[in-house]
């Protein structure tokens, strides 16, 4: 794996196993939008590892900054070279995007059974990704000790 690509996928990894952490937090202050962020985060950079790992560019000719989030959703989506992502994965990461640009510009409205569907469609997605392109799972990096806890075991999330 190139060295650009394993620094990526690493600061990724690191972001999604953050936001685990805080999602599973015992207490509300902030939770949602820091889990939210690193969510975010997490997955433009596994997008941007992807790109590099198949040999596609994430800086355009003579840029400094590197392409953004919703360049690299396009780039995963239709760029035959590095193409990974279904419309309907795409829609989920510009779903989970939409939420933290709200948590971090203003306010995030976002009910507890919204913010489980997502993130746990969107840890799903990125585990799925870190599998089929890197032949790694998220499982890898977490301690065996990792036990996912609810108080209500017996919601039913999809369910208004």
């Given at each position: ?31 949602q ?13 596994l ?40 419309e ?25 059974q ?14 799925n ?32």
């Amino acid at each position: 794996m190139k060295r650009e690509a394993k620094i990526l996928l690493e600061k990724s990894t690191d972001s999604v196993l953050l936001a685990i952490e805080h999602f599973n937090r015992p207490w509300d202050r902030g939770r949602q939008e820091i889990v939210l962020v690193l969510l975010d985060r997490a997955f433009e950079l596994l997008l941007k590892a992807i790109i590099v790992h198949k040999g596609g560019r994430i800086r355009e000719t003579r840029g400094k900054e590197t392409i953004g989030f919703d360049a690299c959703v396009r780039k995963c989506l239709s760029d035959a070279q590095v193409k990974c992502l279904t419309e309907e994965e795409a829609l989920n990461i510009q779903i989970i995007n939409s939420f933290r640009d709200a948590a971090q510009h203003y306010v995030v409205d976002i009910s507890e059974q919204q913010l489980y569907i997502y993130t746990q469609s969107g840890l799903s997605l990125f585990n799925n990704l870190l599998k089929n392109i890197f032949d790694q799972k998220i499982e890898d990096y977490l301690p065996e000790r990792v036990l996912p806890v609810t108080a209500h075991p017996r919601i039913q999330y999809w369910q208004d």
